[in-house]
């Protein structure tokens, strides 16, 4: 499967963006779909998965703040950023993988990734 993402730009704190994802494929609805960003100076992290089957997980940092939400139709997986905040400027990435075997906050576990967006928040 093929990622790509879009959607990033620039707001100001407390603004608010939408992510997509747009995978190519006929077995998009198979698979588990996460988001990762990465600011600069530190390590890849994990935002938020949808999993196959529909049922999702957030870093405790955009709890209740980020959605992350499928349209198998449309081979698309979104995520709804809200009350956006200066640290969580970063790219993100969206990312793909099978199965369940592994933490799902884990990147080992994801075998396809696309190229990141940029968000940036200002204060």
């Known amino acids: 499967v093929q990622l790509q993402a879009s959607g990033g730009g620039s707001v100001q704190a407390g603004g608010s963006l939408r992510l997509s994802c747009a995978a190519s494929?006929?077995?998009?609805?198979?698979?588990?779909m996460g988001w990762f960003r990465q600011a600069p100076g530190k390590e890849r992290e994990f935002v938020a998965v949808i999993r196959s089957g529909g049922s999702t997980d957030y870093a405790d940092s955009v709890k209740g703040r980020f959605i992350i939400s499928r349209d198998n139709a449309k081979n698309t997986v979104y995520l709804q950023m809200n009350s956006l905040k200066p640290e969580d400027t970063a790219v993100y990435y969206c990312?793909?993988?099978?199965?369940?075997?592994?933490?799902?906050?884990?990147?080992?576990?994801?075998?396809?990734w696309g190229r990141g967006t940029l968000v940036t928040v200002s204060s």
């Open positions: 990312a793909a993988r099978l199965g369940y075997s592994g933490d799902y906050d884990d990147t080992r576990q994801y075998g396809y």
């Open positions: 494929g006929r077995t998009f609805s198979g698979y588990h």
